[in-house]
């Protein structure tokens, strides 16, 4: 069995593509769920539909933000030509361009838990992302000398425009310092998520407490790091329950269960239905 519809497709640095020209590439056709293994940008500035991201379907708008997280699996259908802009950029092009994931976790913009809804642009910033998108999209199709370097100083200088429109508090030291170890937590949980399940390890690995870490994540996130770890496996399993042809027996193994009777049973505990009924 393969996994049928999670296409993926990767490329190096950043990449640009408006969304009137993807429209019109395709011929207005939606394609398949899919997934990528680099952060990605989605600006409405005009167009309706509905944006799928993981299990949640999300009405389509003006003047909206989506920021989607490496192997988030998300499907935009359009009814009409959009206006916009998709930016999707790697790990790698954040690291050269002094980006770091700390400051990803400060913002806060990138999700990967079950709320991926949208960012609605305030009406006195919506002129200044629009000449800020048409400026980057002007330098991504330029051959000017330091290109990679002028987009990502823009591309962050989006980032900060972003989060002052969610008019968060700023946030004190210590709270920077726990929000730098959950950064950690979380990097670690997505590499290893497949193969270590227990608090214990990534405590560990963190050179610290499983008591420390879970205070810090439940003063973060509101949950223990277990549940957050637990959390990442249920999605996965969703992911792939939902969008391939992987057998049960198949889906855990991947996802570190030996026995997938255990597996069947740890989903049904967090989900309320077997991983058959799920799929139905």
Wanted: proline fraction near 4%; charged fraction near 20%; charge should be negative.
């Amino acid at each position: 069995m393969n996994d049928r519809t999670i296409g993926s497709e990767s490329f190096q640095g950043i990449r640009m593509d408006r969304m009137e020209d993807i429209y019109d590439r395709s011929g207005g056709r939606p394609g398949e769920p899919h997934r990528h293994d680099y952060f990605t940008i989605v600006w409405v500035h005009k167009g309706n539909g509905t944006h799928l991201i993981d299990f949640t379907n999300y009405s389509l708008g003006e003047n909206q933000m989506y920021f989607i997280y490496p192997g988030q699996i998300h499907h935009l259908v359009t009814n009409n030509r959009p206006q916009g802009c998709v930016i999707s950029f790697t790990a790698e092009f954040l690291s050269a361009n002094n980006i770091s994931m700390s400051f990803l976790e400060r913002i806060n913009l990138f999700r990967t838990g079950s709320d991926s809804s949208p960012l609605i642009i305030p009406e006195n910033l919506i002129d200044r992302f629009d000449q800020l998108f048409t400026l980057m999209y002007d330098l991504y199709e330029s051959s000017i000398s330091y290109r990679s370097e002028a987009l990502g100083s823009l591309l962050k200088l989006v980032l900060v425009l972003s989060n002052e429109a969610c008019a968060r508090p700023e946030t004190n030291h210590q709270h920077e310092q726990g929000t730098s170890l959950l950064s950690q937590f979380r990097n670690l949980v997505e590499l290893n998520y497949s193969r270590e399940h227990k608090v214990q390890w990534y405590a560990g690995a963190l050179f610290i407490t499983p008591k420390h870490l879970n205070a810090v994540v439940k003063n973060l996130l509101g949950q223990t790091a277990k549940e957050f770890i637990q959390d990442r496996i249920d999605t996965e399993a969703r992911r792939l329950l939902l969008h391939t042809d992987l057998t049960v027996k198949e889906i855990a193994f991947r996802l570190g269960f030996s026995d997938p009777l255990h597996f069947s049973r740890y989903f049904k505990n967090h989900t309320g239905r077997s991983p058959s009924e799920f799929r139905i």
